[in-house]
C-alpha cells in the first residue's frame, strides 16, 4: 500500500427532500451571494430551480443565476460565469445539476479571484491558490464531481478535454443529494452514469499497488452493489432504494474512498477524453465502449488484475488458465453495458469509421508519450486498444 | 435507505514515516498551545514520543504533556487534563496514542471550555457547544475514535462507562497513521482491536433498514479484508502490507463508511460495555465474548440479516435451512476470534461466575428498558444473551 492522504470534508446531505435544505447550507458555510449553474430546462421544468431559489430566499441569500451549461462543458461558458461573478461580487458557487455543470461552477470558482485566463490552470501554467466555494444540488449520479477537487473542460478552439484537480480548493462544501430527483432521468443518462461510476472505480482498481486489500474490497463491494441496482433501476425508475444506493455509490466511487493508497490508472478516461472532444459522444457511452476493449488489451500485456476482477466482481469461476476466465469477465462486463442500453463499439455510438490515427495523436499530444500506469500505453497500444473498440 | 448525513472532515495522513509532520500538520490547523496526551510507557521507549516533541519543535509549536491514561479510560484523568489545560492556556488537544488516549483527550476538549462538570455531558445534563480541536498521532487500529466524535470515559466511583457522540465539534481534524508504530502491539492487543473493528461494522451491518446495498457491501468488503490481514499479522507482526490493510480498516469501521443510511444496533457494545466496567475486561476481549453469543441469540429471534453475514461473509453455502446457515456462520466466527487469540466465553476471559444480575441490571439502569435496535433487548433478553456467552 502507498502511502495516501484522504480527505473528504464535504458534508453530503442526502435522503428525500434534501434540496430543502440548501439555502440552510449555504449560510451555514457562511456565503452572502452565491451564483445559482444549471444546465437546460429539465431542473426548471421538474421544479428544482425554483425549490432552491425559495430555500436562498427564506435563508436571506442574495443571488444570481447562470443557466445553459451544455454536456461535456465548454470554457466561453466558463468565461461568461466569471464576469458575471466578478459584477455580482458573488462568493459561494452553487451548482444545481449534474458532472456538466458542478465542474463549469468550479472552473468559474477557480476563476474569479484570478488575473489571468483560468485556462491556464487546466493546461498547468499557472496553480490554483485561492477559488471561491462551491456547492451542489446533484441531480445526475455520475460524474463523482459533487465529491471530488476535479473539474474537466472542454475549450471550443481546438477542441481540447482537460482536466484539473485541487482538492484543497475545489472540492465542494456540502453536496444536496434527493435520490428521487433522479427519477426523471431518461434511461441512457442512468446508463451513461452508471457506466461513469463503474469506470471510476475500475481506474483505481487496475493498479499495480501491491496489498491493497482493503482498497480492492471496497472498489469490489461498490461495482457489486452499482450491478445489482442498475438491474432494478433501469425496470423501476422511480424506484427509491435502487436510485439511492446508485446515488450513494457515485459519490464513493470518486470521492477517495474507493482504492485508498493505489496508484490509479486513468488511461481509459484519457482515451475516453479524445472520443468525447472530437465526436462529442456523452462520456459514459465513450466509456463503456473504451474500457471492455482496454481490459480486453490487458488480457495480452498485464491480466492479473482482469482475472481477480472477473472472479471477485462477475462471479467467474476460478481456473487455472486464466485468460479465459479474463475474457469471461470482460464478456459479462458488455453483456451487463449492453443490458442497460449502453454502446459497446464505436459502431453502435454511431462511429462507423473513427480517425485513429486522430484520436492516437491528440491523446498523447495532450497526455504525453505514455499514458495511464497499469500499463504504461504507447502510441501504438492506443491505437490497438481504440481498434478493439470497432 | 434512511435519509443521512455523511460528514468526515478529518484529514487522514497515512503511511510510512507520516508521523514527523506532525508539528506542521498541527500549525496548519492554526493552533499556537497543544497539550501531548498518552498513555504508559510504549511511547516513551519505543521512541514515538520523542520524534512527536521534535516535530512539534520544530514546527514552533509549544506544548506541554500528560501521560498515564489507563485502558477503560477513566473521569479522574479527564479532570486533571481540564485543570492543566486551563493553567496552560492549551488550544488544540494531541492524542499520541489508542482509543483511551483520544477519548480522553476528547472529553478534556470538551471540558475545558465549560463552566460545569464534563460528565454532564456523558448523562445528558448538558451539551457540547464549544470544544478545543482534537487531532491524533494513532498507535493502535481498534476504536476508530481517530476518525469518529465519539468518547467513551468510565467514572472511578460507581464504574459507570459512558459514551457520548458530538461529530461537529469532537472529530478530530487530523490524523496521523503509520502503520509501522503498530509492529510492536503485543498479539493480544492487535487481536483484541481486530473484534473492535469487526464489531464496530456489525453493529452497523445488522439493521432492519430496506435497500441498504452499498451499505452491506462496504461492511462485507471491510470484514473480508480484516479476515484476510488478521492471519497474516499474527503471524508476521512486521508484515507492512497487513499492518496498513488492518489500520485503515479500523478507522472506515467508525468513520461513517460503513452502514451509511442504516439504523444501526449498538446493543452488543452496551452488553460489553458493562463487562468492562464491572469487570475491567479489555473491550475487544469483551466483544469477541460477546457478540457471537448475541448472534446465536438472533438465530431464534431475527435470523434473516445473520443469513447474509453467514453467506457473504464467511462463505457458508447457501441453503433452504436457514438457521443452520446462520449457526455455521457464527461457528466460523468463533473460529477466528480463537484462531488470533481471543476468548468467546466468559470462562475464557477468566470469570467463571459473573453476576449475570447485576450486569443486567446495570445495563438497562444505564440504557434504558430497550436495548439496540435490531431487536429491542428486554431485561430478559439481556440476560439470556449474557448466559449464552457463560
Redesign the interface.
Known amino acids: ?18 434540496e430543502v435544505q440548501t439555502g440552510t447550507l449555504v449560510k451555514k458555510y457562511g456565503a452572502h451571494k452565491v451564483m445559482v449553474v444549471y444546465g437546460g430546462g429539465s431542473v426548471v421544468r421538474n421544479g428544482l430551480l425554483a425549490c432552491v431559489e425559495k430555500s436562498l430566499q427564506e435563508a436571506g441569500i442574495a443571488y444570481c443565476m447562470l443557466g445553459g451549461v451544455q454536456p461535456n462543458p465548454v470554457d466561453t461558458k466558463v468565461y461568461e460565469g466569471i464576469e458575471l461573478c466578478r459584477k455580482e461580487q458573488v462568493d459561494m458557487m452553487l451548482a444545481v445539476g449534474g458532472g456538466s455543470v458542478i465542474d463549469t461552477a468550479k472552473a468559474i470558482a477557480a476563476g474569479v479571484p484570478y488575473d489571468g485566463d483560468f485556462w491556464d490552470f487546466y493546461i498547468g501554467k499557472s496553480t490554483v491558490t485561492e477559488a471561491l466555494k462551491v456547492a451542489v444540488v446533484l441531480t445526475i449520479p455520475a460524474a463523482g464531481s459533487e465529491g471530488s477537487g476535479n473539474t474537466v473542460i472542454t475549450k471550443v478552439a481546438g477542441l481540447q478535454k482537460l482536466s484539473l484537480r485541487v482538492p484543497g480548493l475545489l472540492r465542494p462544501v456540502f453536496a444536496v443529494m434527493n435520490p428521487e430527483l433522479t427519477y426523471t432521468l431518461p434511461p441512457f443518462q442512468t446508463a451513461c452514469g452508471i457506466a461513469d461510476m463503474m469506470a471510476h472505480i475500475m481506474e483505481r482498481y487496475f493498479t499495480n499497488t ?5 482498497g ?3 472498489c ?3 461495482l ?2 452499482i450491478i ?2 442498475a438491474a432494478t433501476v433501469m425496470k423501476e425508475p422511480q424506484n ?3 436510485r ?2 446508485l446515488m ?2 457515485g459519490t ?1 466511487a470518486h470521492n477517495g ?1 474507493c482504492g ?2 493505489c496508484e490509479e490508472d486513468w488511461a481509459s478516461h484519457f482515451l475516453e477524453h479524445e472520443m468525447s472532444a472530437i465526436y462529442n459522444v456523452t462520456h459514459g457511452a465513450g466509456l463503456s465502449v473504451i474500457f471492455p476493449a482496454w481490459m480486453t488489451w490487458m488480457v495480452d500485456h498485464h491480466v492479473d488484475k482482469i482475472v481477480q476482477y472477473a472472479i471477485r466482481v462477475w462471479g467467474v469461476p476460478e481456473s487455472e488458465d486464466k485468460k479465459s476466465v479474463a475474457f469471461e469477465g470482460i464478456s459479462r462486463l458488455k453483456a451487463f453495458f449492453k443490458s442497460i442500453g449502453l454502446p459497446i463499439t464505436f459502431a453502435e455510438l454511431g462511429i462507423e469509421n473513427p480517425d485513429i490515427d486522430r484520436l492516437v495523436d491528440s491523446l498523447h499530444r495532450n497526455k504525453g508519450e505514455l499514458v495511464g500506469n497499469y500499463v504504461k500505453l504507447t502510441r501504438k497500444d492506443s491505437g490497438e486498444i481504440y481498434r478493439l473498440a470497432l
Chains 1, 2 share one sequence.
Do not use: H
Open positions: 500500500m502507498n502511502n495516501f492522504i484522504f480527505y473528504s470534508p464535504t458534508e453530503f446531505v442526502f435522503g428525500r427532500g434534501a501491491q496489498e491493497v486489500e482493503i480492492d474490497r471496497l469490489e463491494g461498490t457489486l452493489a445489482k441496482e427509491y432504494g435502487a439511492a444506493n450513494w455509490c464513493i474512498t485508498v493508497g
